[in-house]
């Protein structure tokens, strides 16, 4: 099985900044538009950052200019360093991708594939 495996969460004072982590495990052959998503209690998920293979980004308005996705192929992880930190950037921030496992003689597609989640919690 391939799973993504988000990490770095944590408490941070307003102002300061985290740097998430987000890798595929398993049997990789490679993930394709990963992103970035957070979601608080009794709100939909949203989008935070996306990045496709050609390496363009796009973000959410309420991010640009403090938030920057990158992401590594040859370990198959993507992150989001996120700076300035607002007491409104608390949220569970979560990855989201495509993942190609390798079966070997082929790879097979999993769409749509969600990590369990990274608490980030800003004080004011």
């Known amino acids: 099985q391939v799973h993504l495996v988000e990490s770095g969460g944590g408490l941070v004072q307003a102002g300061g900044s985290l740097r998430l982590s987000c890798a595929a495990s398993g049997s990789i052959f490679s993930i394709n538009a990963p992103g970035w998503y957070r979601q608080v209690p009794g709100k939909q998920r949203e989008l935070v950052a996306r990045?496709?293979?050609?390496?363009?980004?796009n973000y959410a308005d309420s991010v640009k200019g403090r938030f920057t996705i990158s992401r590594d192929n040859a370990k198959n992880t993507v992150y989001l360093q996120i700076s300035s930190l607002k007491p409104e950037d608390t949220a569970v921030y979560y990855c989201?991708?495509?993942?190609?496992?390798?079966?070997?003689?082929?790879?097979?597609?999993?769409?749509?594939?969600w990590g369990q989640g990274t608490q980030v919690t800003v004080s004011s």
């Open positions: 990045i496709n293979s050609d390496g363009r980004t």
């Open positions: 989201n991708a495509d993942i190609y496992e390798d079966m070997g003689a082929y790879s097979r597609r999993r769409n749509d594939c």
